[in-house]
Each structure stands twice: as structure tokens, then as C-alpha cells.
């Protein structure tokens, strides 16, 4: 293949063949070809059976969308089949399980069934290894190669799993062999998903203690800090509920660890009592939003972006909010560190805004820790204690027990001390504080990145979150000109930075357009909208036509 | 120790919350006496008539939300476990809004303390019936009276393994006091039931006065304990149940500290470096 095409992988096949996994080899192949590459995992909330598939995409240099016009499939069974074998490209190859479908079909039969029984009992799971075999095969990668890969991703029965990749390789067609070879890319880079990402930022930044009961597309965020807490030295708790875990993650702020929760929308929604409580007693929270299709249980393994007002007025009450919507992996990690550092510098809660195609998509990235924010606060020097002193910027610097002071956080209205109140004077002059500290933080949003504008020129896209990926690698698809204007920051609204926009093209996965709404209601920028809400991310392809339609 | 604020005081006179305020200042001079300092002592409150102790006494802590304020303090304890935490809740607080939490606090032997001033109704917002109401208790909700069956909470929370359970009166201020002190010192989850009459809306003095008993032994296995909290006349004041079990921060992640020993940014570098090939 020349070098500046993309390649693109797709496995299709019951949930419990490891399909995804197949995926997640595929992507730390093309990592390792020094390549860049992006997948995108489709499932539908079951644990077996079902139909799952996984695209992986790749490009030697920039790449942030998986395509759904693959050069090379592999379909697990008949089902599969037919979903998936009209999305080969005309030079493409459809390699299918002739176990499972059907006779006189277009492609290349392998009994992948029938040779994963000669390696009991994990069977099914061996269909998967048999899949990136294909893929091995078709790149040219060696059979002795493909042992060593698999030696590292398939640990667990490692050698009926070689037997297996090795029967099967043999079964594949001399047609195949190399057939679409790929060349070597020159980056260094991880693997991380958006959820990984979020996980990894905020512990840069000092994250002590991670909050959360299993939601989906949010659940990974908890799996993976659960499973680093001894190699990264942090806490990962699920307690009872979201209330629990909101309510846990302010009680552990004010014993001064850094905390952060995170679910779709329906746990947030149980979480926005408390969201406020966070807001009127200026205790540092990140809650992340993982979006899916929604309203209510929605469709739980499917992207959405719906839930953007929602996300924009967490909390009852007037106090700063922080929202922030990374537009990649990559920026996942710096702007869960930054929102870390801003609920702290600035004592009041935050959202991360992701939804399941940005939390559960893998990327080639390159992080570089030593870029990350670091949550640094103002603290209480000596003398006596007020938490809630007025200040000349509205930031009441924080002391942390065991203190011989007096520490009040409070609920209520409160005096500087932290004692409930009602008087009118002391009612007015608290919200004034906090008026005071969301005009700090909204001066010092004008000092750090709060929107990227990528290709300056015209016409001008207007995106944000998950979409950018889509939107990026549409333009790349399409050969498009056009520049794309990302606010990462969507309360407080970075105004400052669109003075220059009146019209633009808005594209969001939400159906009424409310990413278009915000826009016009902050910045006073018209727009025509592309949208898309069935679930799927855009595919590039597609989306550029529908560019081309209107610009 | 002076454990008294400005703030000023909007109890009904007469109200048994004075009693538990009065033994829990009582309780915090022992304590402190005894080695718990008031500067890792903290007290988080639920919203209610209750939770007014949060503006009355000179004690670090969070005034929660209504039903929230146990979650608060597994949440401080979690993060810092040099600290001891108390939470004072209400009967509707505890028991109606938040009973989850308690449940949980209680199962994986949360190791704070839980003091609930029951006084069989909702307080502040003006009388209306409770988990613990007696079936037929009028008030703004149910105005013929409610018909449901009380919960027994102190037999449910037994169940649902907590390690140290006890029964008070706001009326016998040394009790409280003695329970309260027990109950902090106790590591695990501690709970401290408290009979409070409400005078305005679900005065008990005299049912209390006539029936309060005091347990002259704590049972020795779960069954007894659960059997004496069955027991509504005589109302048994006194521990009723106290067992060693390990608790939930140290079953969690050992002998560590969170917020002691957070790693600073160079050593989350390094840790990152260890983990991404960057
Ligand atoms: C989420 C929520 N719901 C309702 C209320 C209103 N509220 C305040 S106090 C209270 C009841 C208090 O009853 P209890 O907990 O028994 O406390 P008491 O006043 O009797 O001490 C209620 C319902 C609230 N503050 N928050
Ligand atoms: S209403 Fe009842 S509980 Fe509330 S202060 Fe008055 S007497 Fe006490
Ligand atoms: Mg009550």
C-alpha cells in the first residue's frame, strides 16, 4: 500500500470471540510499525452471543477516525457476514469462517471453527487469534513474528494458541500472503483509550482517590485505576451509589485528597445534589460525563452527544462550574490534568465531558507527563482560620485537618467561618465572593488554550468533543479546506476567542443541535448543523459528502 | 475546651437535642482527655433540626445535605484514616433519605461514628411522620394518620453486620455521653441510637422517662442483640452489640494514608514513565 493511505482492519463476530481484542493486538501492531491508528469498538450491551465488531484504522503519519471501508475483514460468522462483506474496498479482502457461513460466497473461506476445536477449551476466544493471524498474514508480518505477538498478547495458553495461529496461517490462501503490506511510520507512541487517558491526566496531576459505580461507557475509568492502585499508588473505590460517590469524593476533598467521579448521565444525574453541595462549599471535585446514547438507559454501549445542557447546568443554585470537552485522546490526558489543577486552584467542581466514542476509542498518542497541570492550591498560612474568608479574587485559601483550627464546610449559606446564615448582608456578600472567584477564574481561562483552531482560513467548521476526531479526518478524507474551530472550554465559554466568527458549519452527534444552540446563545455565531444521532460515530467518508453538501 | 459558637440557638426550648449536644461536648472533653484530640476529631451533620449541632459546636467538619452526611464522613475517613469522624443524623435523614448509606457504612465496617437523634419525625419541616413514626402518627402528611409499620432500625443494622450498636437517651445526659465516647473509640462502624423527644411535634418525655431501662449487659452474640432491639417495652438503653472485625480502609489498601502519602509530581512521572513507553 503507498504509504499515505489508510489501512483499515475490521473483525466481526459474537461477543465472547475476542473481537475487541483482536482490535486492541491490532492497534500495538501499528503502534509498533511506528504507525498511527485508531479503533473503534461497536457492541451491543450483552456479555455473549450478540454481534460485536472492531475497526481499527491506521495511516503512516496522522489518523483520527477509524473508516468503515475496510481493505481487510474478517468475519466470524454468518451474521457478520452479512453486515459487513459490501464495506470491503474494490481492492479489498473478505476473509470469512467457513464453519459458519454459508457456501458461494465472495471471499476466502477458513474453518477457523473447525481448527479452534483442535485447541480446547477456549475455543471461541480462539477465533480472535485467528483474526489477527489474517491480519498478520495479509501485512506480511512472519510467521515467527506473529509467534512473538502472540506470545505477548496472548499469554494465557500461550502455546495452543501459537498451534492455533499457526494452523491457521497455514490455511491461508498464497494470494493473501503480504498482500497488502505496510510500511513502517516513524512515531513512538502508547495505546490509550479516552477513558485510560481521563484516568492517566487527572493522576498526573495529583489524583488520590477515584469515586465511581459501574456505568457505562464510564466503567473503564474505574477498571483501570482499580487495576494500577498498587503500581500507581492511588485509591479506586465503588460504593453503594452515585449519591455515595459523589458524597464520598467532597467529604475526601475536605480531608485534602484530590478526588474524582465519573458515569454517564444517569449517574450524574443522581450526583447533581451534590454537585452543588461541591459548589457552595468550594470543594475541588472533577466529575467526569461519559455520554451515551440516552435519554434514560438510552442505548448504553453507543455514542451520543445529547447530553450537552445537561453537562453546562450540573447543580442547582448560581456558583462557578468548569466544563471542559477534550477533542482527543491525547487531550483527554491534558485537560483532566488542567481540570484537576482549575477545580483546585479555583475550589469548586468541574466536568470532563467525554462520550462512549472518545472514553472507549483507542489512539496512537504521545504523552509526555511533564506537560500535565499539577493541582496546586492556595493554603492557609497561619493564624486564624476562616474557610470561607473574603477575598479580593473570591479564593479563600485552604487549611486541611488534623488542625488545632476550626475547619467549617458548609452546606447552608454560612459566614466567613463556615456557620449557617441568613442574615441578608451575609447572604449577599457570599454570593458576591462567588461571583468575584468566577471572575478570576473566567480572567485567568483568557491566559491558558481554551480553543483550538486547526487550518486558519474559510470556510470555518464549529466542533467539539468526540466529533473533532471525526471532523479532522473527514477533511483529511475529503481533501477539504476548511478550518475547524474547537472550543475545548464550554463553561466558562471562551467568548473572547470567537469575536471573529458570525457563520459557521456546526457539527455535533446531538438531534436537536445544542452544541449550535450554545454557540449562538454565547457567541452569536449563525449556523448550518450537521448532525448525526443514531448512535455511530461519523464515519470520515460519509462525513465529508455531507461537508461537501453544504460548503 | 470551649466547645460553644456564636452561632444562636433556634431549638424549641425543651428539645432533647439540647441533651445530645450537652453530652456530646461531654463526650469530646473525655475524648480528648483520653488521647483523641480535637484536631483530628471531625463532625459531619445531616439536614434537620439535628443537624443545627453542626452550628453549635467548635468542631472541624462538613454540614452536609439532607440524608448524605454518613457518605461525607466514609469520605474524610477514607482519606485521611489519622482522622476520627462522628456524623449526627436525623431519624428521616439517616432512615428515609439516606438509609443506603448507613446499610453500606455498616456492611463494610466503615470505621466512623453514627450518632441519629430520633425523635419519630421530621423536625424541620414542620411534623410530618418518619420511618420510625408508630403507625397511625398524624401529621402534615397524614393528616389520618399514618399507615404504615415503623422500621426497627437498630435490628436491621445489626443484621447488616455493623460492629458496635447502642441505644441512648437525650434524657440521661452521662449515658449519652458514655456511648458516644464507647462508640468513637470503637474502631468500625459505631452506631449510637438516641431517643429524642421532639416537644413541639412528637413529645416523649414521659414515654421515655416510664419506659427507658438501661442494659446492665451488652448481649454476647448477634441473636441476643438483635432480640433485645426487638424489645419495645422496656426500652433497653446501653451497648448492645460490640465485635472486633476489620475494617474497611485498612481491608481496602493496608496501613497507608491517601492524603499522607500522596505522591508528589516527580514520583507520578516516574510511575508514568513505568507504565506508557514514553
Ligand atoms: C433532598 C432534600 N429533601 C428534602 C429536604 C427538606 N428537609 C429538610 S430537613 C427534612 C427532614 C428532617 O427530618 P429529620 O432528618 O428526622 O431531622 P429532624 O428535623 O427531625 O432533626 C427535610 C425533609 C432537604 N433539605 N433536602
Ligand atoms: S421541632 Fe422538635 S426537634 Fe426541632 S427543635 Fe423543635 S423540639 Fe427540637
Ligand atoms: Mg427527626
Known amino acids: ?551 | 475546651m470551649e466547645l460553644g459558637t456564636y452561632a444562636e440557638n433556634t431549638w424549641c426550648p425543651g428539645c432533647g437535642n439540647f441533651g445530645i449536644m450537652n453530652a456530646v461536648t461531654r463526650a469530646v472533653k473525655i475524648l480528648s482527655e483520653r488521647g483523641v484530640g480535637a484536631d483530628r476529631l471531625m463532625m459531619s451533620a445531616g439536614i434537620g433540626c439535628h443537624g443545627k449541632i453542626f452550628d453549635y459546636l467548635r468542631i472541624s467538619g462538613f454540614y452536609s445535605i439532607h440524608g448524605r452526611s454518613i457518605a461525607t464522613v466514609e469520605g474524610m475517613k477514607v482519606a485521611n484514616p489519622d482522622l476520627k469522624v462522628m456524623t449526627f443524623v436525623g431519624d428521616g435523614d439517616a432512615y428515609g433519605e439516606g438509609l443506603a448509606h448507613v446499610l453500606f457504612a455498616a456492611k463494610r465496617n466503615a470505621d466512623i461514628t453514627v450518632v441519629v437523634h430520633d425523635n419519630k419525625v421530621y423536625g424541620l419541616t414542620t411534623g410530618q411522620f418518619t420511618p420510625t413514626s408508630k403507625k397511625g402518627f398524624k401529621g402534615g402528611s397524614t393528616p389520618e394518620g399514618s399507615v404504615e409499620d415503623p422500621l426497627n432500625p437498630l435490628a436491621v443494622i445489626l443484621e447488616t453486620g455493623a460492629t458496635f450498636v447502642a441505644r441512648s437517651y437525650s434524657g440521661k445526659i452521662a449515658h449519652l455521653a458514655d456511648m458516644v465516647v464507647k462508640a468513637v473509640e470503637h474502631e468500625g462502624f459505631s452506631l449510637v441510637e438516641v431517643l429524642q423527644p421532639c416537644v413541639t411535634y412528637n413529645d416523649t418525655y414521659r414515654l421515655y422517662n416510664e419506659q427507658v431501662k438501661i442494659l446492665e449487659e451488652t448481649p454476647d452474640t448477634l441473636e441476643k442483640a438483635i432480640s433485645t432491639a426487638r424489645i419495645q417495652n422496656p426500652l433497653y438503653i446501653g451497648v448492645f452489640y460490640q465485635v472486633e472485625k476489620p475494617v474497611y480502609h485498612k481491608e481496602l489498601y493496608g496501613g497507608g494514608n491517601p492524603v499522607r502519602d500522596s505522591l508528589r509530581r516527580e514520583e507520578r512521572i516516574n510511575r508514568m514513565r513505568n507504565l506508557l513507553p514514553i
Open chain 1, 1 to 551: 500500500m503507498k504509504k499515505d493511505e489508510v489501512f483499515t482492519y475490521l473483525v466481526g463476530g459474537k461477543a465472547g470471540e475476542g473481537v475487541k481484542k483482536a482490535g486492541t493486538v491490532a492497534m500495538n501492531m501499528f503502534s509498533r510499525m511506528g504507525r498511527a491508528a485508531f479503533e473503534m469498538d461497536d457492541y451491543p450491551s450483552l456479555i455473549r452471543g450478540g454481534h460485536n465488531f472492531t475497526v481499527v484504522s491506521t495511516a503512516a503519519d496522522v489518523i483520527t477516525s477509524h473508516y468503515m471501508k475496510a481493505d481487510l475483514l474478517v468475519l466470524h460468522d454468518e451474521r457478520s457476514y452479512a453486515e459487513h462483506q459490501s464495506q470491503v474496498k474494490p481492492e479489498g479482502i473478505v476473509v470469512y469462517n467457513s464453519d459458519e457461513v454459508g457456501e458461494d460466497v465472495r471471499g476466502i473461506g477458513i474453518p477457523m471453527t473447525t481448527e479452534a476445536r483442535k485447541y480446547p477449551p477456549n475455543t471461541m476466544l480462539r477465533m480472535g487469534v485467528g483474526s489477527v493471524t489474517v491480519l498478520a498474514a495479509a501485512i506480511g508480518v512472519s510467521l515467527d513474528q506473529l509467534e512473538d505477538i502472540i506470545r505477548m498478547e496472548y499469554p494465557r495458553e500461550v502455546e495452543k494458541n501459537i498451534d492455533y495461529a499457526r494452523a491457521v496461517y497455514e490455511l491461508i490462501p498464497s494470494e493473501v500472503m503480504g498482500k497488502l503490506h505496510l510500511e513502517r511510520g516513524e512515531h513512538t507512541s502508547s495505546v490509550l483509550t479516552g477513558n485510560q487517558a481521563a484516568a492517566l491526566g487527572a493522576y498526573s496531576a495529583g489524583l488520590d482517590i477515584y469515586f465511581a459505580y459501574p456505568m457505562t461507557p464510564s466503567t473503564s475509568i474505574l477498571h483501570f485505576l482499580a487495576g494500577h492502585t498498587k503500581d500507581l499508588q492511588v485509591v479506586a473505590i465503588h460504593p453503594e451509589n452515585e449519591i455515595a460517590v459523589a458524597n464520598m469524593a467532597v467529604g475526601a476533598a475536605f480531608a485534602g485528597a484530590k478526588t474524582m467521579v465519573g458515569s454517564s448521565g444517569g449517574g450524574l444525574a443522581l450526583m447533581e445534589e451534590t454537585y452543588s453541595l461541591a459548589g457552595m462549599t468550594e470543594a475541588p471535585v472533577v466529575f467526569v460525563l461519559s455520554s451515551r446514547s440516552g435519554p434514560s438507559t438510552g442505548v448504553p454501549t453507543y455514542t451520543e452527544q445529547g447530553d450537552l445542557h445537561f453537562a453546562l447546568n450540573q447543580g442547582h443554585g448560581e456558583f462557578p462550574r468548569i466544563v471542559a470537552a477534550p477533542g482527543s485522546v491525547e487531550e483527554t490526558y491534558y485537560v483532566a490534568a488542567e481540570l484537576l489543577m482549575l477545580v483546585w486552584k479555583f475550589q469548586t467542581p468541574g466536568t470532563l465531558v467525554l462520550d462512549k466514542h472518545l472514553s472507549e476509542s483507542s489512539h496512537t498518542v504521545t504523552i509526555d507527563p511533564e506537560r500535565a497541570a499539577w493541582a496546586d492550591f492556595s493554603s492557609h498560612g497561619s493564624g486564624e482560620y476562616k474557610r470561607y474568608t473574603i477575598t479580593d479574587d473570591g479564593i479563600s485559601p485552604l487549611l486541611f485537618p488534623p488542625s488545632s483550627e476550626v475547619i467549617k464546610w458548609n452546606s447552608y449559606e454560612h459566614d466567613e467561618l463556615g456557620i449557617t446564615t441568613d442574615k441578608a448582608e451575609r447572604i449577599a456578600a457570599m454570593h458576591d465572593k462567588r461571583k468575584k472567584k468566577l471572575e478570576t477564574l473566567t480572567a485567568y481561562m483568557k491566559t491558558i488554550t481554551t480553543v483550538n483552531v486547526y487550518n486558519p482560513g474559510y470556510p470555518v467548521i464549529m466542533t467539539y468533543g468526540s466529533t473533532t476526531m471525526s471532523v479532522l479526518e473527514a477533511l483529511r478524507a475529503g481533501d477539504i479546506d476548511a478550518t475547524v474551530v474547537q472550543p475545548v472550554y464550554l463553561r466558562p465559554f471562551p467568548v473572547w476567542e470567537f469575536a471573529g466568527y458570525d457563520t459557521a458549519l456546526v457539527i455535533e452527534q446531538s438531534s436537536t443541535g445544542q452544541f449550535a444552540t450554545l454557540l449562538k446563545e454565547k457567541a452569536r455565531v449563525d449556523s448550518e448543523v450537521i448532525t448525526k444521532y443514531d448512535g455511530r460515530p461519523f464515519d470520515p467518508q460519509e462525513l465529508a459528502s455531507r461537508i461537501k453538501e453544504v460548503v
